[in-house]
């Protein structure tokens, strides 16, 4: 039956037929793919060609997986951080030891992006933590020694913030905001800590 339909369509217009019939299917959910999209996918034509029609609509999360599973690590970074998949873009840079071969301005990129991701960290997981290491997004924590100097500088400054932390809820102490430099960092911790007698989490 299959074959019999192919038959009756022009070769110039098959891939259309099959472009229309993976959007009709697989186009409103943007998941990753299982195998049988991924065959689907294929019927589209080359990789490059499957990553334009990804593209071209919207579907960022299956074209991460596609960039990311062709080993386009660097190309997948972007699309993910385009598109709020921070956490995986920078586990992927990561894991693959790229981390270190970011230009200067990807370099300004990832540090607003660490912010980003301990912010929301924060906001989830409010101070204090009955686990040292997890006071730290686990990503941020596991880029470490990666090849990323921000990173690294990233998560010792947080490092430092916790030690602070601790010894004024241990004396019943504020924490000297003019300690640091970056205003959004402060901010952050204005958040996290007062007076430990009159302690109050809050939400970002």
């Given at each position: ?44 034509g080359s ?49 693959n030891l ?107």
């Amino acid at each position: 039956m299959e074959h019999r339909f192919e038959s009756e369509i022009e070769p110039c217009c098959l891939k259309q037929y099959v472009l229309f019939g993976y959007l009709k299917e697989f186009g409103d959910c943007d998941t990753t793919p299982n195998e049988f999209e991924k065959r689907a996918l294929n019927l589209i034509g080359s990789p490059e060609e499957q990553e334009m029609v990804l593209s071209r609509f919207s579907l960022k999360n299956k074209l991460f997986e596609m960039l990311s599973t062709n080993k386009k690590y660097m190309e997948a970074y972007q699309v993910g951080i385009g598109s709020g998949l921070v956490k995986n873009s920078i586990e992927l840079l990561s894991e693959n030891l790229l981390l270190k071969n970011l230009n200067r301005e990807q370099g300004i990129q990832l540090n607003m992006l660490c912010k980003f991701l301990q912010a929301e960290h924060i906001a989830t997981n409010p101070w204090p933590r009955t686990k040292e290491d997890g006071r730290i997004h686990k990503v941020l924590r596991a880029a470490v020694g990666r090849g990323s100097s921000q990173i690294n500088s990233f998560v010792k400054m947080w490092e430092d913030i916790n030690r602070a932390l601790d010894s004024s809820a241990r004396r019943g102490t504020g924490v000297e905001m003019g300690k640091f430099r970056d205003v959004r960092t402060a901010g952050y911790v204005d958040i996290l800590v007062c007076p430990y007698k009159c302690l109050c989490f809050a939400h970002l």
